[in-house]
């Protein structure tokens, strides 16, 4: 009988200890953020309006803006890592960085790895940019042809299984974007918020935006696993972000036209 009180004495104390460990590690990653000065946000570099390289190589456009919201929150500097999609999530794992908020698609497996915030931030949907002589008018369209996509991109898979395009993967939009302007590609499978910002500019004047979106999905910001308290905050400065119309307002500063999901948002927590 004393030997079991023990033992239950022992594995209440290892549950405490873990809980305050957990407590501490919370309020560290706040913490430590405001004893370091500087906010380290994984952004794009190379997705306009959404995370771009301006002429002075600075990184901006609408996710470094909502970066600097959450710096100037925490009374700190912000300091812009850019990241592509294959490499993101490690980047936040190994602590390369203390927020993400990089067009990432909030999907359940990534849950598992990255602490993604609710509610989401944003959404966008499938597409492809092609050039209008090739004439594709749906997703069938595409298959036997060769298609660029970003690597881990979780659309690449959809794009390749279920309408059977040969996906040819590149590290950044960069390559991408070359690789479609070469030939090397028949179109270019990509979100449809990006493209429609693409579809603008004049050296894209006769590609275009020809299939029916698809898999419209929201996007997430996200925190290292286990840091409670950031992610507490950051779902506050996510509704806020919604109540205030900010994100209404960056879209239309940056360019974009106001999507459905940034509009439904704002109203339902106005």
């Known amino acids: 009988m004393k030997k079991t009180f023990l033992k239950a004495l022992a594995v209440a104390a290892t549950a405490a200890a873990f809980g305050l460990v ?15 000065g500087v906010l380290k946000v994984g952004v794009k570099a190379d997705y306009k309006p959404y995370g771009f390289l301006d002429p002075s190589g600075a990184i901006v456009g609408i996710e470094p803006d909502l970066a600097k919201d959450v710096a100037d929150k925490l009374g700190v500097k912000v300091e812009f890592v850019p990241v592509v999609s294959s490499n993101r999530m490690q980047f936040l794992e190994q602590g390369k960085i203390d927020l993400m908020i990089a067009t990432m698609t909030d999907k359940p497996d990534r849950r598992k790895v990255v602490g993604i915030v609710d509610p989401n931030y ?19 369209d595409l298959r036997g042809k060769p298609v660029c996509g970003i690597q881990g ?31 090397n590609c028949a179109a270019f499978v990509y979100d449809d918020s990006a493209i429609v910002a693409k579809t603008k500019d004049p050296v894209y004047s006769d590609y275009e935006m020809p299939l029916p979106t698809i898999d419209d999905a929201p996007w997430g ?28 307002e960056l879209e239309t500063k940056w360019g974009v036209s106001n999507t459905p999901f940034a509009q439904n948002m704002h109203a339902k927590y106005k």
């Not at 309020?27 to 004893?35: G, P, S, V």
């Not at 925190?223 to 509704?239: P, Y």
């Open 22 to 36: 957990a407590q501490a590690a919370n309020a560290d990653a706040i913490d430590d953020i405001k004893t370091a």
């Open 122 to 140: 944003y959404s966008s949907g499938t597409n492809i940019l092609s050039k209008k002589s090739l004439g594709f008018k749906t997703w069938e």
């Open 153 to 183: 991109a979780f659309y690449n898979k959809a794009t390749s299984q279920k309408f059977g395009a040969k996906i040819v993967a590149f590290k950044g939009t960069a390559e991408a974007y070359a690789a479609l302007k070469a030939g």
């Open 221 to 248: 910001l996200a925190v290292q696993l286990g840091q409670d308290g950031f992610k507490a905050m950051m779902s506050e400065m996510i509704i806020g972000w919604h109540k205030s119309g900010r994100i209404l």
